[in-house]
């Protein structure tokens, strides 16, 4: 995590399913209140993942920060669904 003028960037590597990561950062801008989601895709390195993932995850997402625990709630609930398992 790191600090740009107003700005707080978080990156993460989010486990889904049991072989796969979805790596993403949030940027967080103060001044605006606003979160930025941006998914770090490798067409390639993460076909598996593109399998299963909503396409609101494969692009970018910018979102008010009062909204973030809904996110994160969408992205876990996606990562507990065993339908897409199948």
């Given at each position: 995590?790191?600090?740009?003028a107003?700005?707080?960037?978080?990156t993460w590597?989010?486990?889904?399913?049991t072989?796969?990561?979805?790596?993403?950062?949030?940027?967080?801008?103060?001044?605006?209140?606003?979160?930025?989601?941006?998914?770090?895709?490798?067409?390639?390195?993460?076909?598996?993942?593109?399998?299963?993932?909503?396409?609101?995850?494969?692009?970018?997402?910018?979102?008010?920060?009062?909204?973030?625990?809904?996110?994160?709630?969408?992205?876990?609930?996606?990562?507990?669904?065993?339908?897409?398992?199948?």
């Amino acid at each position: 995590m790191f600090s740009l003028a107003g700005h707080m960037i978080l990156t993460w590597r989010f486990c889904l399913l049991t072989t796969v990561a979805l790596r993403f950062s949030l940027t967080y801008d103060n001044k605006s209140n606003q979160v930025s989601y941006t998914p770090y895709i490798d067409e390639k390195r993460d076909k598996e993942l593109l399998e299963h993932l909503p396409d609101y995850l494969t692009d970018e997402i910018e979102f008010e920060r009062q909204f973030e625990a809904r996110f994160f709630w969408r992205m876990l609930s996606f990562n507990n669904d065993d339908t897409r398992r199948e």
